[in-house]
């Protein structure tokens, strides 16, 4: 199957879901659609009738995407349909770099992937705008590839996690222009205008919404989250939550930046890679996972495991095994959520064998490694 069938088809599936939500939405007590597309749309809402989208409590993204889902005031179903027309345009860009079509159909195709987007999930848009911004690096577009990081981060902070790989592995193909090992041109300008682009739009919606600073950026760094999700740090929350103090908060972010880090070092010149086990190691230590964050690692596997030792059987092996693991863990939630049975205990440890799961993936995909560099990958 060509890539172009497979994006045809696989976008074809994701708009029979969007039609089927509303089916399901509608006649059904388990809702497909998810909260967050929900808190989207209020905040549209709220921008249409003259408000801020900050006044609908939950709501902690950039103004921005509230205003492309003005639409959804009328339309419901925009915004899940933009999602994932965005997350076939991101196949786009991923198939001119990814020449393993199993490794494309494996974000295409995946049933997380799919149902993320299709659920009304934002992070398709910064899927894009990630691949969008690798393939300008590729083509030295060093001024486009800043304006689209520094505007990604505004939308989602998380992404500020690549700074380190990206500064340091543009120029490593021409070392010469390189000065002390650390500085060029190309570095410089890079840093410049998406820093810049990013104070930019900060400065004008901090003074366009007062809460826009906290809601969107600070809040995250001091979060306390006791409901129930992904991360084993949940119960410790759950458990002690009245007096676990923003400092405690705070200090679960340390095993995250070590990884963050010492990945961005080792593999930069890898980039693909080194912000795979950036994002896998940011999102598995996190204190809060829902699954929208798989989607973040997941989004790099195509073009981070084209140099692998796995085969693909393996590869497929260790992804079906992620999703069993997934699985395990949302009948605990099943039976909290649904049927509203005290199994809080059970659920802390599926989170630890979720984790486990994960920190062997991580492992695997380290050491079945083949040392490569992004700029000598071919791509049309």
């Not at 999602?83 to 770099?97: G, I, R």
């Not at 990604?152 to 700074?163: E, G, K, Q, S």
């Not at 596997?301 to 095994?321: G, V």
């Not at 984790?355 to 490694?369: C, D, H, P, Q, T």
Request: charged residues 15%; aromatic residues 18%.
């Amino acid at each position: 199957m060509s890539p172009k069938i497979a994006i045809i088809i696989g976008l074809l599936i994701r708009l029979g879901l969007i039609a089927y939500a509303e089916i399901q939405d509608k006649y059904f007590n388990l809702k497909y659609t998810d909260i967050d597309y929900s808190v989207y749309s209020d905040g549209a809402q709220y921008v249409v009738d003259g408000g801020s989208p900050y006044d609908r409590h939950t709501y902690r993204y950039s103004p921005i995407l509230a205003y492309i889902l003005i639409p959804n005031v009328w339309i419901s179903s925009f915004g899940k349909i933009l999602f994932s027309f965005v997350d076939m345009l991101a196949c786009y860009f991923m198939q001119k770099m990814v020449k393993s079509t199993f490794l494309l159909n494996l974000w295409i195709f995946n049933p997380l992937t799919i149902q993320v987007s299709t659920r009304g999930s934002s992070d398709t848009i910064i899927v894009l705008l990630i691949y969008v911004m690798l393939y300008l690096l590729k083509k030295e577009r060093y001024t486009w590839a800043a304006i689209i990081y520094g505007f990604m981060v505004h939308l989602r902070i998380y992404p500020i996690i690549y700074a380190i790989p990206l500064y340091f592995f543009i120029d490593t193909h021409q070392p010469e222009r390189i000065y002390l090992g650390i500085i060029s041109k190309n570095k410089v300008k890079f840093a410049l205008i998406s820093g810049g682009l990013f104070i930019a739009l900060l400065i004008l919606f901090h003074f366009i919404y007062e809460d826009f600073l906290f809601q969107t950026y600070l809040y995250h760094f001091t979060r306390k989250d006791n409901r129930h999700n992904f991360s084993p740090y949940f119960y410790q929350i759950y458990l002690s939550f009245e007096s676990i103090t923003r400092t405690q908060a705070t200090l679960t972010f340390l095993p995250q930046f070590l990884i963050v880090l010492l990945a961005g070092l080792k593999y930069y010149r890898d980039l693909p890679f080194a912000m795979l086990i950036q994002t896998l190691g940011f999102v598995v230590f996190n204190k809060v996972q829902t699954a929208q964050y798989f989607v973040w690692w997941i989004a790099l596997i195509p073009l981070a495991l084209q140099n692998t030792k796995m085969s693909n059987r393996e590869i497929l092996m260790l992804s079906i095994t992620w999703l069993i693991l997934e699985v395990q863990w949302n009948f605990g939630s099943y039976y909290l959520e649904i049927q509203g049975y005290d199994v809080f205990t059970m659920i802390f440890i599926q989170c630890v064998i979720f984790f486990l799961g994960n920190a062997y993936l991580m492992v695997k995909v380290i050491e079945n490694r083949k040392a490569s560099e992004f700029y000598k990958i071919k791509m049309d």
